[in-house]
């Protein structure tokens, strides 16, 4: 079961080994982005003031828009990047017709429909970490942003940007809910 989230201030320092690093850097990166076109725009970015030639590059592979819906379940992706897609084991392009919860692994719709509902509430960037269990039973660490994309509070679906990675530990997680490592 996933370690709860709760939301850090978008100020607020990480806290950081070197094996979770790569995981951090593409959560981290996009509250940066975030921070600096905010700054820059002078308001809070929403979907029309992203760059949409730029989400083919690399800073692009591990983020995500989703539209959430007031039913988070029926919440759908608009975008995500290759990299992404790959540790989501998710088709190239997303199937805008589907719901997230019929796309994602199922071990990571809990922790994506936290975060969809944590940036509806919040103005701030929502950091997330923890651990999931795989089908194997090995252990995946993951990291992740989300950040709502209007602070528009009248309408029915919002947007949110995020990022998330992870990696897969050789530790196992018996039945008995016993950690074992390999």
Request: charged share 20%; proline share 7%; glycine share 6%.
């Amino acid at each position: 079961m996933p370690k709860p989230n709760l939301p850090v201030a978008a100020g607020e320092p990480p806290h950081v080994n070197a094996a979770a690093a790569q995981e951090q850097r593409a959560s981290e990166q996009l509250i940066t982005d975030w921070e600096r076109e905010t700054t820059r725009l002078g308001r809070v970015l929403a979907l029309m003031t992203l760059d949409v030639s730029a989400m083919t590059g690399p800073k692009w592979s591990q983020r995500f828009i989703i539209a959430v819906a007031p039913v988070v379940e029926d919440s759908s992706f608009l975008f995500y990047g290759h990299g992404f897609a790959s540790l989501m084991e998710l088709p190239e392009t997303p199937d805008y017709s589907a719901p997230i919860v019929a796309q994602l692994p199922a071990r990571y719709v809990p922790v994506v429909s936290r975060g969809c509902i944590a940036s509806t509430l919040s103005s701030a960037a929502i950091r997330m970490e923890g651990t999931v269990v795989r089908e194997d039973g090995r252990q995946e660490l993951y990291r992740a942003a989300l950040i709502r994309l209007s602070l528009e509070t009248n309408r029915q679906r919002h947007l949110a940007l995020g990022a998330l990675n992870c990696r897969i530990t050789e530790d196992r997680v018996e039945s008995s809910g016993a950690r074992t490592p390999r």
